[in-house]
Antibody, heavy 119, light 111 residues
Framework: EVQLVESGGGLVQPGRSLRLSCAAS????????MHWVRQAPGKGLEWVSGISWNSGSIGYADSVKGRFTISRDNAKNSLYLQMNSLRAEDTALYYC????????????WGRGTLVTVSS | NFMLTQPHSVSESPGKTVTISCTGS????????VQWYQQRPGSAPTTVIY?????PSGVPDRFSGSIDSSSNSASLTISGLKTEDEADYYC??????????FGGGTKLTVL
C-alpha cells in the first residue's frame, strides 16, 4: 500500500527538542522530494521544510530556520524532522508529504503527528 | 516574502458555481505553477488542481483552475456544487527560493 506514516509527536516543554519520523512505503522513496507541512489547531496549512531526493537541496520556512533540521535515510525509506528550541507556536499537526516531480505537487500525505509545546 | 491571500470563507447553494481566489503578494503569480488542495475536517489534504489548471485523475471536471496575470491571482472554480464539496481549500505555490507557500485557506460552505 502506498502510504506515509508519521510518528514521534507528543507533549514537550518549551525550549526542548523532539524528532519526528515519517515512514514511506509502496513507492520508490529515493525518487522523490519530501516535505513537512504543519497545521496549528484550527488554522491553515504552513509549509515547514523540504528536501530533495538526494538531500542535495534543502529549504526551511523562516519561522523554523535555525531550529529545525530535515533529513532523510533512503535506505530506510524514512524522512525526519529534528525540532530544537521548541516554542508554543510550533504546536501543530505535522504532516509528511511526498512531492511528485513532473508535474510538481504534493500527491501523497500522511495522517500527521501532533506536537504540543506547553509547560 | 511571497504570500498568497485567499478569502476566509465563501458560501453557495447546491448546484451553483463558486469561485475562490488566490492573490500573490509580489512578483508574478505566473512565475510558478499554482496548486489547489481540498481538506475535509479530520483528513489530510488532497489535490484537486495542479499546474494552474490540471486535474489529477479521479477529480471531477466540476473543478477547474485558472490564472489571471492582470490581477496576479489564481482561481479555483467549482460548478454544480454538491454538499460533499464542503471543505477547506488551499492554494499553494513556491517562492523565488523554491520554498513552498500556502494561502491561508478558504472555508467553502454549501448550504
Amino acid at each position: 500500500e502506498v502510504q506515509l506514516v508519521e510518528s514521534g509527536g507528543g507533549l514537550v516543554q518549551p525550549g526542548r527538542s523532539l524528532r519526528l519520523s515519517c515512514a514511506a512505503s509502496g513507492f520508490t522513496f529515493d525518487d522523490y522530494a519530501m516535505h513537512w507541512v504543519r497545521q496549528a489547531p484550527g488554522k491553515g496549512l504552513e509549509w515547514v521544510s523540504g528536501i530533495s531526493w538526494n538531500s542535495g537541496s534543502i529549504g526551511y520556512a523562516d519561522s523554523v530556520k535555525g531550529r529545525f533540521t530535515i533529513s532523510r535515510d533512503n535506505a530506510k525509506n524514512s524522512l525526519y524532522l529534528q525540532m530544537n528550541s521548541l516554542r508554543a507556536e510550533d504546536t501543530a499537526l505535522y504532516y509528511c508529504a511526498k512531492e511528485r516531480s513532473n508535474p510538481r505537487y504534493f500527491d501523497l500525505w500522511g495522517r500527521g503527528t501532533l506536537v504540543t509545546v506547553s509547560s | 516574502n511571497f504570500m498568497l491571500t485567499q478569502p476566509h470563507s465563501v458560501s453557495e447553494s447546491p448546484g451553483k458555481t463558486v469561485t475562490i481566489s488566490c492573490t500573490g503578494s509580489s512578483g508574478s503569480i505566473a512565475s510558478n505553477y499554482v496548486q489547489w488542495y481540498q481538506q475535509r475536517p479530520g483528513s489530510a489534504p488532497t489535490t484537486v488542481i495542479y499546474e494552474d489548471n490540471q486535474r489529477p485523475s479521479g477529480v471531477p471536471d466540476r473543478f477547474s483552475g485558472s490564472i489571471d496575470s492582470s490581477s496576479n491571482s489564481a482561481s479555483l472554480t467549482i460548478s454544480g456544487l454538491k454538499t460533499e464539496d464542503e471543505a477547506d481549500y488551499y492554494c499553494q505555490s513556491y517562492d523565488s527560493s523554491n520554498r513552498g507557500v500556502f494561502g491561508g485557506g478558504t472555508k467553502l460552505t454549501v448550504l
